[in-house]
């Protein structure tokens, strides 16, 4: 539970969408495919 809370924090802070995200990464998931990048890489 905490892990989800985690994420929804995350991309409410980056105003992303959250159900996307997770999809995604269950997509990856069921693949065998790393997970997306829940922080942008900053330069």
Known sequence: ????LTVTTTCCQQQ???LP???D???AHWAGLP???LLTPTR
């Open 1 to 4: 539970m905490e892990r989800i």
């Open 21 to 23: 995200f997770l999809a």
């Open 35 to 37: 997970a997306p990048l």
């Open 25 to 27: 990464a269950v997509q």
């Open 16 to 18: 992303r969408a959250v």
